[in-house]
Each structure stands twice: as C-alpha cells, then as structure tokens.
C-alpha cells in the first residue's frame, strides 16, 4: 500500500504564492471556514490589487540579482576548470 504524501508539490507552490490562500483552502476543505453572507468586496478588491503588484514584481528580475547569478555561474566554472587540473 503506497503511503499518502502529507504535502504535495502543487500544495507547496500554492503556499509560495499565496500564504494567506493556502491556510484558507486548507480550512475550507476541512469543514471549518463559514463565508459570510455578503462578501467583503472591498477587502476582495485590495487583494486583486496586491496580486496584481505582486505579480508584476516577481516578473522583473533586478538587474543587479541578474549579475549575481551570472558572477556565481562563472565563478563556479573557474573552480571547476581549476579543480579538474
């Protein structure tokens, strides 16, 4: 009998994403979560906005961040080139 996984990768993307989603799913499937009659839609509409943004950022990569990773790359070439000598 193959054993059941306590967390799945789909799950953990869920989490990085969005922490606050992911606790309130979990609840949800779990029977605990009463929505209210009439949504919040005010509080709906700052957390499309955050995404929104959220979003936007973590598309753009700084450019300093991209130049780290390019030095660490060459970096770990060098050590390598020397290693194998």
């Known amino acids: 009998m ?4 306590l967390i799945t990768a789909s ?8 922490q606050e989603q992911f606790r309130l799913e979990k609840l949800d499937e779990q029977g605990q979560l009463d929505w209210p009659q009439k949504p919040d839609t ?29 030095l660490g ?3 770990g070439f060098i050590c390598l ?3 194998t000598r």
Do not use: D, N, W
């Open 2 to 5: 193959p054993k059941k996984r």
């Open 11 to 18: 799950e953990i993307q869920k989490f990085c994403y969005c």
């Open 42 to 70: 005010g509080r709906l509409e700052e957390g499309i906005e955050y995404h929104k943004h959220f979003r936007q950022r973590e598309a753009t990569v700084p450019r300093s961040q991209v130049m780290l990773i390019v």
């Open 73 to 75: 790359i060459i970096f």
């Open 81 to 83: 080139v020397l290693m």
